[in-house]
């Protein structure tokens, strides 16, 4: 009977006790989180950011496509059509961010347009034989605030309008200056290092690369080096405005951007380099490049100048006589543009082609004259463009033009 009432005690003691602790615990006000918060932040200022509470990693998420209708005409006189081009013309998908900690960032770019993966890249070379999804693949280091580094797969600092994405150009695409002397992607090490000159500024950019282009399955012994040096003499352009075509956020001031480079490329296995059909033999080329930007309320001034030349002939035969020929000459594009405030632009374009002497019987002088209207909805992420040019292609060993054409574009831009 003891233990039965000692056992009673007990129970009735402990549960006094703990009824008092929970009256006397405060009670939880509501809208007060006890725990911190785990969900990830949200950002749509470019697209779609996404972020962890801890910062530890971030990731931006874009899309963009092109969408395109070109008539080229038979010829200036006949305005017939003889071809037309409807297609998606680039569809991209692109992921940035940072990994770590904000030192450590990376940029992966994908395509999926037929147009935009090199599908046919197979039948003119060996250093890639399947259709190319990955466009950048970009790992960045930054160990201190004025120096970047990076490791992978993107663009080489070449001529402006390569460097220039193909979705901020004020026409429908970049030049024939361009495809003929440009230096596209390529894999390898790069580096970033700016100068600040008080109000100006200089950018040093460098790459060494394998010289083979994205997506090479192997590389020869050479190697190619490049080198960029920018002078924004008046300061930064408005939202890297430097980095787009025409003068879409109508800079205040006045600002300009000097620029020159210097490519080598090392027994290179392409017409192009880094692009083109396979050589029959290897081949050692330069390529000096120089460019200029003005922008001012609207008004947009730029052109640049490329030379492309090798160390001796730039022919290569094989067994069978056939000929494949490095692509040298030199080349200029200028382009004037206006955009009203209504965000409507106005742009005239001009670009020449010349080859070099020992290419007069495989290269033709290139002279075109555009003229572009552009609607600017959301600045260059969703923009409508309606193009014109006048075309006209010269056998420099015949003296006789062999192409005089027209060719009319209409496309839509549409991103996030």
């Not at 460097?163 to 390529?186: C, E, H, K, M, W």
Request: include cysteine.
């Amino acid at each position: 009977m003891l233990t039965k009432n000692l056992l009673y005690t007990v129970l009735v003691t402990s549960f006094l006790t703990t009824n008092t602790l929970l009256c006397q615990e405060k009670p939880v006000e509501p809208g007060i989180e006890k725990s911190v918060n785990k969900n990830p932040y949200f950002n749509f200022k470019n697209g779609i950011g996404i972020a962890t509470p801890d910062s530890s990693y971030s990731m931006n998420i874009r899309f963009r496509m092109q969408n395109r209708f070109m008539m080229t005409t038979v010829s200036d006189e006949d305005l017939s059509p003889a071809s037309w081009e409807a297609r998606v013309r680039r569809c991209r998908l692109s992921f940035t961010g940072h990994v770590y900690n904000p030192k450590w960032s990376y940029y992966l770019q994908l395509s999926f347009s037929r147009g935009d993966m090199d599908w046919s890249v197979v039948d003119v070379t060996a250093q890639n034989t399947s259709p190319n999804v990955v466009r950048d693949a970009m790992i960045f280091y930054k160990p201190i605030k004025h120096l970047q580094l990076a490791l992978g797969q993107g663009k080489l600092p070449g001529n402006r309008q390569r460097v220039i994405s193909s979705g901020a150009q004020q026409f429908y695409d970049r030049s024939p200056v361009n495809a003929n002397f440009t230096l596209d992607r390529d894999f390898g090490v790069f580096a970033a290092y700016t100068i600040p000159m008080g109000k100006a500024k200089a950018i040093f950019k460098t790459a060494i690369t394998s010289g083979e282009g994205r997506n090479s399955v192997s590389s020869n012994p050479g190697l190619a080096y490049t080198g960029r040096l920018e002078l924004l003499l008046l300061g930064d352009f408005v939202e890297s405005g430097d980095y787009f075509e025409g003068d879409v956020a109508r800079e205040e001031r006045p600002k300009i951007s000097l620029a020159g480079g210097y490519h080598l490329n090392d027994l290179a296995v392409r017409t192009q380099g880094q692009l083109g059909k396979d050589l029959y033999g290897a081949k050692t080329y330069h390529v000096y490049l120089a460019d200029f930007l003005f922008k001012y309320k609207g008004w947009a001034l730029s052109s640049e100048y490329i030379r492309r030349d090798t160390e001796g002939s730039p022919i290569t035969k094989d067994s069978k006589g056939s000929v494949r020929t490095v692509v040298t000459g030199d080349g200029i594009n200028t382009q004037l543009s206006y955009c009203f405030k209504s965000r409507w632009e106005i742009a005239g374009r001009y670009s020449l082609v010349t080859p070099h002497t020992d290419q007069k019987a495989t290269m033709n002088q290139v002279n075109q004259y555009g003229l572009g209207v552009t609607k600017y909805v959301m600045r260059h992420k969703v923009k409508t463009q309606f193009n014109v040019f006048y075309n006209t292609e010269r056998n420099m060993a015949l003296s006789k033009d062999v192409i005089n054409n027209m060719f009319g574009v209409f496309q839509v831009e549409l991103g996030i």
